[in-house]
Every structure is written in structure tokens, then in C-alpha cells.
């Protein structure tokens, strides 16, 4: 697993996609951004940044960030990056 998420590989839709699913699972769990920067050990500009699409984390600050929110990183090779949320009981 590289150490990096390659940006070269993420097309303009699937970043968009990402920084929005970020967005709304940290909204839903009544986090600012400020708040889940500390959880993950970040700055809040850092958080502000990679929601909007101008950064992209290196897959060790997006496991911090995905563990602060409760949730489980899952990276496919050659697909995008999917959060995923295990605490919701599947019917």
C-alpha cells in the first residue's frame, strides 16, 4: 500500500464525492472542524482543506481522520476511497 493517495488518480467527480461524504459524516456526528482537527491531531486548516477538495491527506492522516469520526478506512486498489460507517446496524 502506498503511502500517499496518487491525486493523479482521483478524477474531479470521485474527489468531490469524497470531500462531501467527509463533510456530512462529520456534520452528522456534531463535529466542527476545529474538533475533529484535535481529534485527529491536525490542524483545522488541514480539515477545512481536504473537505474542499484542496488537499489530499496521505492514507496515515486519513486513517487518523477516519478513526476520530468512528469510522473504518477501506482503500481499494485503483478505486476510490471509501469511508465506512460500521456502528449503523445493516438491515
Known amino acids: ?12 467527480s ?24 484535535e481529534m485527529a491531531g491536525v490542524y483545522r486548516t488541514y480539515i477545512s482543506d481536504v473537505e474542499t477538495g484542496r488537499r489530499i491527506p496521505s492514507l496515515t492522516l486519513l486513517e487518523k481522520i477516519t478513526k476520530s469520526l468512528g469510522l473504518q478506512l477501506i482503500v481499494y486498489i485503483g478505486c476510490p476511497i471509501a469511508m465506512v460507517d460500521y456502528s449503523e446496524e445493516i438491515v
Open 14 to 37: 470521485s474527489k468531490m464525492l469524497f470531500t462531501n461524504q467527509l463533510k456530512r459524516l462529520r456534520e452528522e456526528r456534531g463535529l466542527t472542524q476545529k474538533k475533529l482537527s
Open 1 to 12: 500500500m502506498g503511502k500517499f493517495v496518487d491525486e493523479k488518480h482521483l478524477n474531479a
